[in-house]
């Protein structure tokens, strides 16, 4: 495996007397397409957003590319690292294609974003099929289709690492499914990509690895295809699921 671009290191979080996360700690390579999973209020998006630099966290490091993230300006972490959250903060008067745009001002050598920069911002609408949207004023769109909206920012910005707070979150099924096979596709390239999920099949198609999060800390690390052999993370959400082999070979979950 390749030098690990997002590392962390024994980190934690509290909320004045409330521990949020606990002894944290694990990498991520270019390439890899990572889902973090767990139940409700265990640190997901807290973590998430730490590793954005967007909390610093009460303890512990997180460092990007060997440098310790407070050593980064937030120019320069812009630069490297795009971050779609879990809920919408933009004035919904915005034209969809102004928010791609968004996506590379970090990259922006003048005033206004060039015709190269149009051109990458569209190219990403496209991938995500939100382009038709890109005259549409933000609240206009239904949820799923600012959703899509979003991500084209994300992309947009051509980042080295993409942390996705539950990207799927208003997509239909086919969108969903495009959606993961975007994210694949951007692993492929290079990207690391580690999203928040709740959907476990979602995750075992088109993820390389699950991050387990249970009782503030990292409860499990399993490659996902491995994840038939090693079913003890599913414990973490329910006695009621099971992992078995589908047709095509993958991993999925059900319910008994």
């Not at 998006?45 to 937030?74: F, H, K, N, Y």
């Not at 690292?81 to 745009?101: C, G, I, Y």
């Not at 933000?138 to 539950?166: F, H, I, K, N, Y």
């Not at 476990?200 to 994840?227: P, Y």
Request: hydrophobic letters at 45%; aromatic letters at 6%; a neutral charge.
């Amino acid at each position: 495996m390749s030098e690990p671009i997002v590392s962390v290191r024994d980190v934690g979080w509290r909320a004045g007397a409330v521990t949020v996360l606990e002894r944290v700690g694990f990498d991520v390579a270019p390439g890899e397409f990572v889902a973090m999973m767990g139940r409700n209020g265990t640190g997901k998006s807290t973590l998430l957003d730490i590793i954005g630099g967007l909390r610093t966290p009460t303890a512990g490091v997180v460092a990007l590319d060997g440098r310790p993230l407070q050593e980064w300006t937030s120019a320069d972490r812009a630069r490297v690292v795009a971050h779609l959250p879990q809920t919408l903060r933009a004035d919904l008067t915005m034209r969809a294609e102004a928010l791609v745009l968004m996506g590379r001002y970090a990259h922006a050598s003048q005033w206004f974003e060039s015709a190269d920069d149009r051109e990458i911002a569209h190219a990403a609408m496209r991938r995500c099929d939100c382009f038709q949207y890109r005259d549409r004023a933000l609240g206009t769109l239904s949820g799923g289709e600012r959703q899509r909206v979003l991500l084209a920012a994300c992309l947009a910005q051509r980042p080295r690492v993409l942390l996705l707070d539950e990207p799927t979150t208003f997509l239909d099924v086919d969108q969903q499914l495009h959606c993961f096979t975007v994210l694949r596709d951007e692993a492929k390239q290079g990207t690391a990509c580690l999203a928040v999920t709740h959907d476990m099949n979602l995750a075992l198609t088109f993820c390389t690895r699950l991050l387990v999060l249970a009782e503030h800390s990292l409860a499990h690390d399993v490659r996902a295809d491995a994840a038939l052999a090693e079913p003890a993370w599913l414990r973490v959400f329910s006695d009621r699921l099971r992992v078995d082999r589908g047709a095509n070979a993958a991993a999925w979950v059900r319910y008994q």
